[in-house]
């Protein structure tokens, strides 16, 4: 009887222990880690694929493992064999701090498992904006205020806080000891150039003194620089010398010779100069001024004569007329004759 009932308990345990012995690999996770030594096509398999969440079937992670499955990174690492030789089967849990068979440690939880770009390297030069060219020019040039310090202009002269290559005319008669200020200055108020400009003779004439008596008048310039799309352009005369031959009697100071610079229209003037050994000579003031130039302070000039048709000798280029434009101050008269010249000042 006892060898019977040890019979009965040794057949169960027979049968208990087949039971325990079922093959469970094709109940095995999608998410299991692989040994590489052992099965390298399944490690290559899962290295290939997703990673999964969780860890190896044989239970969590020992102490200092992250708590994510080793084949997260879809190259975990596989738990020991079974007994049986059965492949991905884990016995037990996975070794703590395991790198999932490739050498580098497993990513964050809910990264995408792509890397940021690399932040700029340190001390690294900032880029340069691209070069927008010279800013314009806000002072020195005619028209625009001076330059500080000292009132410095690049072209021309320092005139009332803008420069300007015109400083306007005057004429004296020094023998007229009453008024030898025939015609002031517009910008001086006297027989004067301002500070900066260049003073010119430009012709002499005989003229009666107010007070009684006569003397010889000078009719002179005040100029300094010239530059294109300005409207004075500076003047000269032309007239007989010894021989009654017309010649540059005085020439324009912004040329250096009697000519007109380019871009301005020359506008010729009879002065009216009698000269008893050349009777049918003529002396003439030619005006330089472009029509289309900047004004700045200069309103171009003109001549009115007894003997031209509606009594216009010579049209002021800026207004296309025997007028001054508009803004500017009472004409100033540089010579009265049969030909009455005048300059407009702004």
């Known amino acids: 009887m006892r060898s019977g009932g040890s019979s009965v308990l040794f057949s169960l345990a027979a049968l208990a222990f087949a039971a325990c012995s079922i093959d469970l690999s094709a109940l095995q996770r999608t998410d299991a880690g692989f040994n590489p030594a052992i099965d390298p096509d399944a490690a290559a398999a899962g290295s290939a694929g997703t990673g999964g969440t969780g860890g190896s079937d044989a239970g969590p992670p020992t102490a200092g493992t992250s708590g994510m499955g080793a084949a997260q990174s879809g190259t975990g690492s596989a738990g020991e064999p079974s007994k049986n030789g059965e492949s991905g089967k884990s016995s037990s849990p996975p070794v703590a701090g395991a790198d999932g068979g490739a050498g580098a440690p497993a990513p964050v939880a809910g990264s995408s498992g792509s890397s940021p770009p690399p932040p700029p390297a340190a001390g690294a030069p900032a880029l340069e904006p691209e070069p927008t060219g010279n800013p314009p020019k806000t002072c020195g040039l005619p028209g625009l205020p001076c330059c500080t310090p000292g009132s410095q202009c690049d072209v021309g002269a320092c005139l009332r806080g803008k420069c300007t290559p015109y400083g306007g005319y005057y004429g004296k008669t020094e023998a007229c000891?009453?008024?030898?200020?025939?015609?002031?200055?517009?910008?001086?108020?006297?027989?004067?150039?301002?500070?900066?400009?260049?003073?010119?003779?430009?012709?002499?004439?005989?003229?009666?003194?107010?007070?009684?008596?006569?003397?010889?008048?000078?009719?002179?310039?005040?100029?300094?620089?010239?530059?294109?799309?300005?409207?004075?352009?500076g003047a000269w005369v032309q007239g007989p010398d010894g021989n009654c031959t017309i010649s540059c009697l005085a020439p324009n100071p912004l040329t250096g010779q009697c000519t007109c610079p380019a871009g301005t229209a020359q506008v010729s003037m009879n002065v009216d100069i009698p000269i008893a050994s050349c009777p049918n000579a003529e002396t003439t003031l030619q005006m330089c001024t472009d029509g289309a130039g900047k004004p700045v302070n200069f309103g171009g000039a003109y001549a009115v004569s007894q003997t031209a048709s509606f009594g216009c000798g010579a049209a002021n280029p800026l207004t296309d007329e025997c007028s001054c434009p508009e803004g500017a101050t009472t004409p100033q008269s540089l010579h009265v004759g049969s030909w009455s010249i005048f300059v407009c000042n702004l």
Do not use: K, M
Not at 199 to 228: I, K
């Open 177 to 233: 000891s009453a008024a030898p200020c025939t015609s002031r200055n517009a910008y001086t108020a006297g027989c004067v150039c301002p500070s900066g400009f260049t003073d010119t003779l430009l012709w002499q004439e005989l003229r009666a003194c107010d007070a009684g008596g006569s003397g010889v008048t000078e009719v002179r310039s005040c100029t300094a620089g010239r530059t294109p799309g300005i409207a004075f352009g």
